[in-house]
């Protein structure tokens, strides 16, 4: 069976930062785009970055700068550096990938930015 286990979530400070992880395994023969959702409280689901299989990336405006995404096909791992937290980062983070040529997505991991 095929998941998406995430890891990395915490508690951090303001201007601090925290690196996700999350890595896919079961029967994989095709592992394409993989991406990162977050969702606060009270509002939905948005993108934050994604990235293809050949390593092209892009980001949600409000994370450009601060947060990286990164992928390593061998160990079928997505993961995202954030840096320069701010409170309003705050949210349960969501991997999804496309694998075998359907979405799956990951429980979340919770990212809470507070002093």
């Known amino acids: 069976q095929v998941q998406l286990v995430e890891s990395g979530g915490d508690l951090v400070q303001p201007g601090g930062s925290l690196r996700l992880s999350c890595a896919a395994s079961?029967?994989?023969?095709?592992?394409?785009?993989m991406a990162w959702y977050r969702q606060a409280p009270g509002k939905e689901r948005e993108l934050v970055a994604a990235?293809?299989?050949?390593?092209?990336?892009n980001y949600a405006a409000s994370v450009k700068g601060r947060f990286t995404i990164s992928r390593d096909n061998g160990k079928n791992t997505v993961y995202l550096q954030m840096n320069s937290l701010k409170p309003e980062d705050t949210a349960v983070y969501y991997c999804?990938?496309?694998?075998?040529?359907?979405?799956?997505w990951g429980q979340g991991t919770r990212v809470t930015v507070s002093s």
């Open positions: 999804t990938a496309n694998i075998n040529d359907l979405t799956r």
């Open positions: 079961g029967s994989i023969y095709r592992l394409n785009t």
């Open positions: 990235i293809s299989r050949q390593g092209i990336a």
